[in-house]
């Protein structure tokens, strides 16, 4: 059954947002070791509207990933690897297939998308969004910490993910990930910055605790469907409400990532602060710095 939504609609990126949680409902709780609750979240969270992870920096990475993917194609014949290291949903993986789409079919049709996480759950997500759009697409369940593997990429993504990585093993895992770059290719990081002060913490608990009762309220009123369980959705989502507190890879600074990527092996080409504005309304309202760098191999 074709998607009703096109890659190139810059609403929904062709995402499926309310079928990814009947899916995730029924994928997590058979394939998530001890992320279930998190998986879920992310999913539930965005199926409600609000703004979540991707949705914060999406028209400068299609900014970013378009001029990338561009240059790449016309610089070189055959295929454009792309491999996205780390993905909670469909969310990075529409993003980056949305920006090519822009491109055109033909550069679409060049694509080949590669997702890798440590959980099945979003790689399945990813399968299904890759099989209604007729990407080319392949997966795998790996630890960026350890893959055993490598992925070589003419562009490689990776949003949100260094937070969930140890501080002390940061550097190995961007040497790593930078060693799978094609001559002249090129890796876009993006990470929040989080300076955990009290405020900052208390209202992003209040963020994700307002979706929390924005998506029982929506599941009660009929405009969410809930397969299964409404209440049940409802516990993971209250024992997930704090889960983003204790990340062990969090920056406290820009400067902080910026020596990170700077002390890293490849050259720092790109370097862009972005500030969102979170909250409002009820809501305790905050600004939250993110970062959008590249950096890019040499040849
Ligand atoms: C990439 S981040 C954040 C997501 C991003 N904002 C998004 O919209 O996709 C979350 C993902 O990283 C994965 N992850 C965490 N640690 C990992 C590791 N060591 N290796 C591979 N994946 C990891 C988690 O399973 C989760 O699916």
């Known amino acids: 059954m074709a998607s009703t939504n096109h890659l190139s609609d810059p609403v929904t990126f062709g ?27 992310c999913v539930a969270h965005r199926a409600t509207g609000e703004r ?5 920096d999406r ?11 561009g240059r790449r194609l016309a610089e070189r014949p055959g295929r454009l690897d792309i491999v996205i290291a780390g993905s909670a949903d469909t969310g990075v993986l529409a993003t980056v297939a949305h920006a090519v789409s822009l491109l055109g079919e033909a550069a679409l049709a060049r694509c080949r998308f590669t997702v890798l996480d440590l959980c099945p759950t979003p790689l ?25 593997e490598r992925f070589p990429a003419d562009i490689l993504v990776m ?60 599941a ?22 704090y889960d983003d507190e204790s990340r062990v890879g969090e920056f406290r600074t820009a400067d902080e990532l910026k020596s990170l990527l700077a002390g890293g092996p490849l050259p720092l080409t790109h370097f862009d602060e972005i500030v969102c504005e979170i909250g409002g309304g009820d809501r305790p309202r905050y600004r939250r710095k993110r970062v959008l760098a590249v950096l890019t191999a040499p040849g």
Request: with cysteine; hydrophobic share 45%; net charge negative.
């Open 15 to 41: 995402e499926d947002l309310a079928g990814n949680l009947q899916r995730v409902l029924e994928i997590a709780p058979e394939h998530c070791r001890d992320c279930a609750d998190y998986h879920i979240r």
């Open 52 to 56: 979540f992870g991707i949705d914060f």
């Open 59 to 69: 028209p400068e990475l299609v900014a970013v990933l378009g001029d990338l993917a």
């Open 124 to 148: 399945l997500l990813c399968r299904h969004f890759a099989a209604e759009h007729g990407l080319d697409f392949a997966s795998a369940a790996v630890d960026l910490t350890a893959p055993g």
């Open 159 to 218: 949003h949100s993910v260094f937070r969930f990585i140890d501080s002390r093993l940061q550097p190995a895992v961007l040497k790593e990930l930078g060693s799978w770059l094609k001559p002249g290719g090129a890796m876009v990081f993006s990470n929040r910055i989080k300076t955990r002060t009290s405020e900052e913490t208390k209202a992003d608990i209040a963020k994700r605790g307002a979706a929390n009762a924005l998506f029982g309220a929506m």
């Open 220 to 241: 009660e009123r009929g405009e969410i469907k809930v397969a299964g369980d409404p209440g049940a959705v409802m516990k993971r989502l209250e024992r997930a409400l």
